[in-house]
């Protein structure tokens, strides 16, 4: 009796088979990333726009901008700088983006230069109140017909997707009077709560000296602009 051979592969069929799998698996990786990367871009947008939005019902609220770091608003101790951090990591400079080194002062976002004195966006959006001082803003007992923080502005401060700390550069706001700025400095830069992006570095400038434009941002860093420059 002949026997008869078992139906089956080949290798040759077996190797193009794979072949096509890997390709289709590649293809379908890349598109996954892009997805992912996509996503984290949009949420990125979104918180910073959630915080920046805190901002500016924080300056309705008080008439001010959150810049005080001791309950004296307009002197010469103001903050320039917001930070999504607790207020014992605001002045860990290793815990914030560094700069790229491709837009003049990218580096004062975590500070030095520009940067000045930084401040938890925790502190003034949420608590009112820092490790010295409670209230940094006087409350308003029956807002918005008497002028005062109305918070909390909102529950949480994020950090971003790629697990760093959102920075606003609140030394540019318009009537802030932060310790060495001039009004034509307020004037002509834009204040954005800002994230370093997928990269981790910050690529947009913060320079007394260098304009930040109304729209846009450096590089592929995610932002939301609170305040815009018009000149």
Known sequence: MKMKRSAGFTLIEVIVAVGIVAILSAAVAVSVV???NDGRIARSASDAQTIGTAVVTFLKDTGKWPVSDDGVLNDAGELSRLVGLDRADVANAAMIP???????GDGNWDGGGDGGTAGAMEDLLILNADANTTPLYTVSKS????QGWNGPYIDTIPLDPWGNPFVCNIRYARGASVTGVTAAEEASHSVFVLSAGPNG???????DATALPATGVGGDDVGFLVSGATS
Do not use: R
């Not at 807002?143 to 008497?146: E, K, L, Q």
């Not at 570095?201 to 320079?207: A, R």
């Open 143 to 146: 807002a918005p017909v008497v």
């Open 98 to 104: 560094d700069g790229a080194g491709t837009a003049t």
């Open 34 to 36: 892009k997805y992912i």
């Open 201 to 207: 570095l910050f690529e947009t400038s913060f320079d």
